[in-house]
């Protein structure tokens, strides 16, 4: 297992009917900006609950922040802080409101230009502090509830912007408010954190043996009630699951010590940047041809995937792990997802575009060994018909 440090200060409070709480965790003098994307949260109630919990609070809102969050919209939201001295913020949403939530916490406290914090091209120092904020989750797939990570699309491009100053200070997490999600909107936070754990376990081994055992079973739980939620949205054992699964995919845990792949999310962005696609059903095209590409690196993990997910036990070594790269497009399949670029409309053509636009991000050594270089990425493209 390799060095690490591990430090998550958020706090979850989980379970049904919980946002009367909220009182709890936010100062009683405190100015609230709420912050949401379209009107899903209006139209199921959500934000009027939050409403009437915040009744004591002196609070604004600032809503349709996109699905993608753009930094033209969130820096609005600078603005109207700055217009009425807000000094808290509360997002309620899934991820793209919470990542949205995170730069908007760390540009309104930003002495330089907010650009910078997009292209890193600030001093670390330089962020000093952000606007303290907590969440109420609606959508279970990022798990930007309990992370201090998040992306925001400028232009034509996506952004990650991870600083350890966003940490949301508390994160409601109550499964029914996601009852009313589409099940095309549940079936990309099924695939969303499920890739997440691969991109954290299917490396190569250090021996991490909670990690790895940890992840199998998050991978294990998905593929046991992916399709069942989709199918049965007000079933609360199976969406608790769901949601609780999303959070632990990606708040550190699972990553600790171990070495970790994002080829398959940078790829992905640039799909979602320049294609409009939905984030998860970018990572559906881009992970089974990145294991078709990257198999002999992989290999090894590919076999432990294979028997301990999959429970394929018999055959040979190579039998194995090609049958769990099957098994894991057959799973996204079995979810209403496409997994080629040829079902987006994406041609060959359009090749030169993506690898371009992770040349000008920087992203030409990808991967838990940094083997990926624009010429790897295009070969996984090339699979990914």
Request: hydrophobic share 40%.
């Amino acid at each position: 297992m390799n060095n690490f440090n591990f430090h998550n200060p958020t706090q979850i409070i989980f379970g049904r009917d919980r946002l009367n709480e909220l009182v709890n965790y936010i100062p009683s003098k405190a100015k609230v900006l709420i912050t949401y994307g379209g009107g899903s949260v209006e139209k199921n109630g959500t934000l009027q609950k939050v409403r009437n919990a915040l009744s004591n609070n002196y609070f604004r809102e600032f809503g349709g922040i996109e699905p993608n969050p753009r930094f033209e919209t969130l820096m609005k939201a600078v603005e109207l802080i700055k217009k009425e001295n807000i000094d808290f913020l509360l997002a309620v949403g899934g991820g793209s409101v919470m990542d949205g939530t995170k730069f908007i916490s760390l540009a309104a406290k930003y002495n330089g230009d907010p650009e910078e914090i997009l292209y890193h091209s600030f001093k670390p120092a330089d962020l000093k502090e952000a606007m303290p904020f907590g969440t109420v989750v609606t959508l279970p797939a990022t798990g930007s509830e309990m992370n201090a990570a998040a992306v925001i699309s400028y232009k034509e491009s996506k952004y990650a912007v991870i600083c350890p100053l966003t940490f949301p200070r508390f994160s409601f997490l109550d499964p029914a408010l996601t009852f009313t999600l589409p099940k095309t909107q549940v079936a990309n936070g099924v695939i969303d954190t499920f890739v997440h754990v691969m991109e954290q376990y299917l490396t190569f081994p250090v021996d991490a043996r909670f990690q790895d055992r940890t992840a199998e079973g998050i991978l294990q739980t998905l593929v046991e009630i992916g399709r069942k939620t989709m199918d049965n949205p007000t079933d609360y054992v199976l969406r608790a699951n769901l949601v609780w699964n999303s959070t632990m995919a990606l708040n550190g845990l699972i990553g600790a010590g171990v070495p970790q792949d994002w080829t398959t999310h940078m790829i992905g962005h640039e799909l979602t940047a320049f294609f409009g696609i939905d984030h998860a059903k970018t990572l559906a095209v881009i992970l089974p041809a990145l294991l078709q590409v990257r198999y002999e690196q992989k290999k090894e993990k590919l076999i432990q995937y294979a028997e301990r997910v999959w429970k394929i036990e018999n055959g040979t070594d190579e039998f194995k792990a090609d049958q769990a790269i099957r098994k894991t497009r057959e799973f996204f399949e079995s979810l209403d997802v496409k997994t080629r670029l040829t079902d987006y409309n994406i041609s060959s053509s359009d090749f030169d575009k993506i690898i371009q636009g992770l040349k000008e991000k920087h992203l030409t050594e990808l991967s838990e060994t940094r083997e990926v270089t624009l010429e790897v990425s295009r070969h996984i493209l090339e699979n990914a018909f």
